[in-house]
Each structure stands twice: as C-alpha cells, then as structure tokens.
T-cell receptor, first 112, second 112 residues
Framework: DAGVIQSPRHEVTEMGQEVTLRCKPISGHDYLFWYRQTMMRGLELLIYFNNNVPIDDSGMPEDRFSAKMPNASFSTLKIQPSEPRDSAVYFC??????????FGPGTRLTVL | GDSVTQMEGPVTLSEEAFLTINCTYTATGYPSLFWYVQYPGEGLQLLLKATKADDKGSNKGFEATYRKETTSFHLEKGSVQVSDSAVYFCALTRDYGQNFVFGPGTRLSVLP
C-alpha cells in the first residue's frame, strides 16, 4: 500500500512563476482533499473532490489558485502567478467517504 | 460555524510524565471527533476517534473521551515517550468525513 503520493516534496520558485503540485490518492478512494498549512493560519481546507468532481472550493484563497482532478488517480493544484505569501506546506488527503482521511507527506513550497 | 479550540503550545514534558492536551469544540448536531498526529516532516495520521457521546477513543496508550456536556475531547497519556514528540491536532466532522475542521495544533516535546 503506497499511501497518498505527492510531488514534488519541496519546491522553491520565484514570485510570479507558475507552480504545479501533484497528488496521487490511494487507489479506490473517491474523495480527495487539498489543504494548506502555515504557522499563522494552521491547517486550511482549500478544495475537495468526490468522484473527480469539485464539491467545495470555498477555501481556495483567490483566482490565482486552481485545482483539477482529470481522473481517479491524479490531481493537481496550480498557483499562477505565485506570491511569497503562498509559501506553505500543501497536503493532499484521500478517503473512501469514511471517517479517516489519509494524508500525503506534503509539498513544502517556498516562493522567493 | 464549526470550530475547534486547543490548548496553546508548545508543551514540554519529561519522559514518563502524564500528558493532557485540552480540546473543546463548537458544532451543531453530533459531530465525530478525532485526534490526528503529525510527526516531523510527515503528513497527519489518525491517532484516535470517537463518534458519539461518551465514546472513548484509544490508541498507542493515548485516550480521549467524547464529552458532549462540556463539548470537550481532551487527549491523555499516562506516560509519554520521546517518540511521542509531534504536533497533535484535534478535529471534528459533521459530514461523515467530507468536511473536517481542524484545531490549530499543539506541539509536544518530550525530553529524555
């Protein structure tokens, strides 16, 4: 069981650049969540999908952020253009709709 | 809206000391309650859960009891180890896993 896979694990980029974070959920899980973790704001839900369809994106901070799930085994979170305040750890999690969410190891994003 | 409040950290204890991390919540209805743990450099992992009033969740020597009358779910462990050093998150969901609300996290450091 590979668990939730995220890539890259670390990303350093310059302000204004496009950033794409990737997530592979656990096979068979039909819910996928994107979270952002910062010291100031803690863990925030950005968006979640059910059966590849976005259900709630009210946590997406602004239009610079977008997320897609083209199939059951892949999702992306894109930031364009990136800003220093986007620096955070971004987590992907998946579940079958039960009570436990399984988290990936996270992507640490630094925007200079 | 729903919210979770945790005691502020960091908490520093000596090995074999007793641990309590307080958690209180605000939510309508009957949420399910959770403790998640995040070890350094990793994603969150479910530690224990309770789905109804008076339920006790337990795992790895940790326990928490769902107290509806005080809207609390305090985490306890009788004798902590250095390996318990991590950040602990209290969380709830009313949507059977679709919408989690996480507390800010409490960092625990256990000294040998």
């Amino acid at each position: 069981d590979a668990g939730v896979i995220q890539s890259p694990r670390h990303e350093v980029t310059e302000m204004g650049q496009e950033v794409t974070l990737r997530c592979k959920p656990i096979s068979g899980h039909d819910y996928l969540f994107w979270y952002r973790q910062t010291m100031m704001r803690g863990l925030e839900l950005l968006i979640y999908f059910n059966n590849n369809v976005p259900i709630d994106d009210s946590g997406m901070p602004e239009d610079r952020f977008s997320a897609k799930m083209p199939n059951a085994s892949f999702s992306t979170l894109k930031i364009q253009p990136s800003e220093p305040r986007d620096s955070a750890v971004y987590f992907c999690a998946s579940t079958t709709g039960g009570l436990e969410q399984f988290f990936g190891p996270g992507t640490r994003l630094t925007v200079l | 809206g729903d919210s979770v409040t945790q005691m502020e950290g960091p908490v520093t204890l000596s090995e074999e000391a007793f641990l309590t991390i307080n958690c209180t919540y605000t939510a309508t209805g009957y949420p399910s309650l959770f403790w998640y743990v995040q070890y350094p450099g990793e994603g969150l992992q479910l530690l224990l859960k309770a789905t109804k009033a008076d339920d006790k969740g337990s795992n790895k020597g940790f326990e928490a009891t769902y107290r509806k009358e005080t809207t609390s779910f305090h985490l306890e462990k009788g004798s902590v180890q250095v390996s318990d050093s991590a950040v602990y998150f209290c969380a709830l969901t009313r949507d059977y896993g679709q919408n989690f609300v996480f507390g800010p996290g409490t960092r625990l450091s256990v000294l040998p």
